[in-house]
Every structure is written in C-alpha cells, then in structure tokens.
Nanobody
C-alpha cells in the first residue's frame, strides 16, 4: 500500500520562508514525477509545482514562480518545496501528489496524479 506524507508546514510571517517535505512508502519517488498542490477555503485546488523523474525538469504555477523551488534529495526519495518570500495568499493546505508517469502531466488535473498525501497547513500572517 502506498502512503504519501507531507511535513514542514506551520505559521510564518509575511516575507518568511518554509520548507515542505514529501516522502512515500511503497513507492519510489526516484521513478515517479511528484507535484505539490495547495487549497484554501476560498479557492479550488491549485497546482503549485511539479518535478519530473524522467527529464529532471521542474514546473511552477504562475503565482509561485521565482519564489518557490522544488527539488529532490536523499537519493531522490524526498521531494522538497522551498517557499521563500511568502505572502498571505500562500496560506493553504499543501498537498503532495505522485504520478506513475515519469513526466509531469501537461495539466494540473487531480486525476493525473495517482497518490496523495493528507496535506500540511501553511499559514502566512501579516
């Protein structure tokens, strides 16, 4: 059984930084593309970033480009999301998702991802 788990959320002030971590059991992230999504009560679930296991390319949503960085470590078994210059609108539950594909899907549709974590809360206070 595959389990995906996020950690690293918390409360941070505007302009601060947080690093989220995503790990999995029963699944090798080295062979799968992994993405971060987020959802707040006021918005639909939004694709934040995706890292491809095949090409090594990374993709970002427009709202986080230049501020967030996705990367792999620990033999590609952990996927991190480094979030800098955080803004109140970044407040959301952040979800990690993995797909059996070796590339990042062309759209952020939830159905493109096979495994999901439970989410971790990020709150940016002003």
């Amino acid at each position: 059984q595959v389990q995906v788990a996020e950690s690293g959320g918390g409360l941070v002030q505007v302009g601060g930084s947080l690093r989220l971590s995503c790990t999995a059991s029963g699944l090798s992230f080295a062979d799968n593309s992994v993405a971060w999504f987020r959802q707040s009560p006021e918005k639909e679930r939004e694709g934040v970033s995706c890292t491809s296991s095949g090409s090594g390319f990374n993709y970002y949503g427009d709202s986080v480009k230049g501020r967030f960085t996705i990367y792999r470590a620990n033999g590609k078994m952990t996927v991190y999301l480094q979030m800098n210059d955080l803004k109140p609108e970044d407040t959301a539950i952040y979800y990690c998702a993995a797909t059996r594909k070796t590339y990042c899907p062309g759209t952020w549709q939830r159905d493109n991802y096979d495994y999901w974590g439970q989410g971790t809360q990020v709150t940016v206070s002003s």
